[in-house]
Structures are given as C-alpha cells and as structure tokens.
C-alpha cells in the first residue's frame, strides 16, 4: 500500500501548462522529496494534493483512495507552509491544539495528545510560551506538531527551511530527518535546494518544466544522473559542451568547443558521432598532480584563484586563458599547499565523466 500515488497528473492555466503528465508512489513511513527550481511546478503539484487546487487531469490516491473532488478538510493530509502560520495570539499548547478543538475533541483528550506531541518533538515544557519567546528551529517543530497531533496520513512541507539562516537551516535537516523517523510519518518535501533534498531524503523526484526528469536515491540522482539537466542541477559539476568524434564500447571521444579531447562514459546516451554532446565532470572526482586511478583525461593550466570552505575547498583552475575548472583540495597535502599562479596537472577517468545529448544552444 502506498500512501501517496499521483497518476498522470496535469494542470493547465490557461495556455500554460504547470504540471504536465506526472506520476509518483510514495511507500508509507518515508521521506520523499520534490526537487527543482523556481517555477518548475513542484508548489502548484503540493497544492493540488493538498486540495487547494483541482487537477486539470489525472488522479491523486491516499491510501489507495481517490480524494479528487474531496475538500482539503477531507483530505487526511496536512501542510506546513514555508512561514510557519503559527497563531501568534495563541501561546504554544493552544496552537497544537487548535485543530483537535475543530474536530470537536475533548478537553482530556487534546491535553493528552498535545502532551504526547511535544515530548515526540523534545520539547515537553513549553506549552505554556507565547510563540514569540521560541527560537527559529522551535517554531519549525511546533508548527510540524500542529499538523502531526491530527495523526496525517501524509505531511507537506512546502520549503519551510527557506525563512532560516544558514546555520540553522543546516541544523534542521538533521532534526526533520530525526522526527520523520519518530513520527513513522510519510512526508513530502519540495526544495529548491539540493541539499536539503540529497541529505533528508529516502527518494528524491527532480522536477523541470513541469515534469520529472528522474527519481531515484540521492546515491543513483548524484552518480548516475539521467538526463543533462539532472547531472547539472544535482550537485556540483564542470560542463563543456562539445562534438562527439567517435564512440567505442560505451565510450565517447568528444572535442570541446575548446579543442580539447575528452573521453566520457556515454552509457545509455543516444549519441552518435557528429552529434552535440553536454560533458558533466564532479569537481570532486578531478585529482591535482600523480595519477589516483586509471585515466584517460588530462588537462594542465594555472591555479586561478582559492575558493576557501574548509572541507569543502575548490581551486579554480584556468586552462589555457580560456576556461575555469572547479577541482576539489580537500585531499591535497597540506605541507605543499596549492597556491594562485601554481601550474596544475589535472586527471580523472572516463568512468567519472558524464555526457549527454546537448539541446540547441
């Protein structure tokens, strides 16, 4: 049984088309996230699971039911909104209990369960609080055990991390992934950020133009993407677009509009020689200096400039005046540290590089 099936859904305004032919299933108890940018359609498709917008085709089932046609007071899914919409004029226990009191529950029963919420959500003495005395991060907890004391079949958080600084932000993807786990509660989450989507999720759908592009694992969106637009959106990649030159048992020789060679894994990619191909390359995968594994690509240029985030550090790298690669430095021995203006020899495999049909440019 899943939770949350969505069957060839389609809605149109007008002329355009926001959501176009999309189709998901989501098991009970996990963590499925809707990635994408800025108008690619993902809130129009919660809303329209929510209830607040009507499908212009296509089906929405919770639990095996169809709720089109249903209000979303009838629909037994809740929303968390990016702001929150706490009551400020109620203190906190009146706020996680404002839906049981619609329902027309007892005094005993809404102290019980408002009790039993807050303890889930480890914070059992702050009942009492107005809302403007919580911090950033309480208040996120307290609007999710609004909608989780109605006991949801599935909860929608519409990019409620988005409001946060970045610290806390970084800090709330543990805690959401945390109590999705002591809920046993299916979630939905759409971002536009791919870290919060690649760090909370079981699965994750890139959306764009309207459609999924690919679902899968953060493991299979970041190491196996399908599509150009999921390699370059997932993650962080080098992009050289090119003309293939030949292809030989899944690999592809392409010629940049550079003028350099590189070989790329072209895998299930329908190319052909002669035809435009986007090369995607995780500066992560890219090694300064003696070779770390087989390669068959090789570059040299000059250490451009530090791009300095502990871990997390890139050199950027320009080849030949005309291009900057971004190559990671986390590995790089300390001692001999690299520095601007330092010649760099750059390597990484076939393996690690990614190609796809380019689009017209």
Not at 204 to 216: L, R, S, T, W, Y
């Amino acid at each position: 049984m899943y939770d949350l099936q969505c069957e060839n859904l389609t809605k149109r305004f007008g002329a355009f088309t926001a959501v176009d032919g999309v189709s998901l299933e989501i098991p009970g108890g996990s963590f499925f996230s809707i990635l994408g940018p800025s108008g690619c359609g993902k809130t129009t498709l919660m809303r329209m699971i929510a209830g607040f917008e009507d499908p212009s085709s296509g089906d929405i089932k919770i639990k095996g039911r169809s709720v089109l046609g249903s209000p979303p007071n009838k629909r037994n899914v809740k929303m968390v909104f990016q702001h929150l919409a706490l009551f400020p004029m109620m203190n906190v226990g009146e706020n996680i209990a404002y839906g049981l009191r619609c329902r027309g529950a007892s005094k005993a029963d809404i102290t019980r369960k408002v009790g039993a919420v807050l303890e889930r959500i480890g914070l059992p003495d702050v009942a009492q609080k107005q809302i403007h005395q919580l911090s950033g991060g309480q208040k996120q907890r307290i609007a999710i055990a609004r909608c989780m004391v109605l006991e949801p079949d599935v909860l929608l958080l519409d990019e409620p991390l988005g409001a946060l600084d970045l610290k806390l932000r970084e800090r709330m993807k543990i805690e959401l992934k945390l109590l999705q786990h002591q809920f046993d509660t299916t979630f939905l989450y759409i971002t536009h950020d791919q870290s919060e989507a690649l760090v909370m999720s079981d699965h994750v759908a890139v959306m764009n133009a309207g459609k999924f592009e690919q679902i899968g694992t953060p493991q299979e969106l970041y190491h196996n993407p399908r599509t150009a637009f999921v390699a370059g959106f997932v993650g962080d990649s080098n992009r050289w677009h090119g003309k293939v030159n030949r292809i030989s048992n899944g690999e592809a020789e392409i010629v940049t509009s550079g003028g350099d060679t590189i070989v790329a894994n072209c895998g299930a990619s329908a190319l052909s020689p002669g035809d435009s191909a986007e090369i995607f390359v995780r500066p992560d995968c890219i090694a300064f200096g003696g070779v770390r594994r087989e390669t068959q690509n090789t570059l040299t240029g000059t250490v451009d400039s530090l791009l300095f985030n502990g871990a997390n550090s890139r050199a950027l790298v320009r080849i030949d005046s005309r291009e900057l690669i971004e190559v990671a430095i986390n590995g790089v021995d300390r001692s001999s540290p690299i520095k601007p203006g330092d010649p760099a020899h750059l390597n990484w495999a076939f393996a690690d590089t990614q190609c796809f049909p380019a689009k017209e440019r």
